[in-house]
């Protein structure tokens, strides 16, 4: 009966049975009485300080080696597939959409803070814009001037009328300037409030004229832009 007990007790894989009342631990050597069938003082030698961390170690082995290969409760199709997935996400270049949203938004940088369009040529802005995004293209100077401009700009065109479109009253005011290469400009400027009761400014002409700019080519100026703009 006692040797069933002991058995059945995972203590013994790590204790060698002298006799009916001695046993040996395999790890450290000591042998310790267990007589009456319990296993207390076996378990108390298990617990020292160096024989706790030896069976604590064999007790992990012991269970991966019970429960096999790692690998043997994954579907080979699944983690084939898994790794697949994970190749194809490393290597998957950029959508159009998201390549076309950076291109507006390099354009709208340099548009906004007056960089010059050779910026996208400058070593140290690749380097940021490739960490960023490593899979994007970044678009030629040539581009900029000639196709994403004029994008940006028929889009904001588009923008500014349909804002124009739902206000109910605006004003307009002009202003006049030379600059240091003695070319002189005037701009017209619309003031409304929007739907969302927030004060705008668009600026929505500019031309280069000369000193003997007259009142009535002023006019004409001004008779031309608030057509342009329908309002």
Not at 138 to 156: A, V
Not at 180 to 187: C, G, K, P, Q, R
């Amino acid at each position: 009966m006692n040797n069933l007990k002991r058995k059945r007790s995972a203590i013994w894989k790590y204790f060698t049975v002298k006799s009916d009342i001695i046993a040996k631990c395999s790890y450290c050597g000591h042998e310790i009485s267990y007589s009456g069938g319990s296993t207390k003082n076996v378990d108390d030698t298990s617990n020292t300080s160096s024989t706790s961390a030896i069976v604590s170690t064999a007790s992990l082995i012991t269970v991966f080696e019970s429960a096999g290969p790692l690998t043997s409760s994954l579907n080979p199709s699944t983690n084939s597939s898994r790794q697949s997935s994970i190749t194809q996400f490393i290597s998957k270049p950029i959508s159009l959409s998201k390549s076309k949203a950076i291109d507006l938004q390099i354009t709208k940088f340099i548009l906004k803070h007056f960089h010059p369009f050779s910026i996208v040529e400058e070593t140290e802005f690749r380097n940021v814009i490739k960490m960023l995004a490593p899979n994007y293209t970044m678009p030629s100077r040539k581009t900029i001037s000639n196709s994403l401009l004029l994008q940006m700009y028929e889009s904001t065109l588009k923008k500014v009328k349909a804002d124009l479109n739902d206000v109910t009253a605006l004003s307009l005011t002009t202003d006049g300037w030379t600059s240091i290469n003695n070319e002189h400009f005037i701009a017209l400027t619309v003031h409304f409030i929007n739907s969302d009761i927030v004060l705008c400014s668009r600026l929505i002409g500019c031309i280069i004229y000369n000193k003997k700019f007259t009142s009535e080519e002023l006019a004409n100026f001004l008779m031309a832009t608030a057509k342009k703009w329908n309002i």
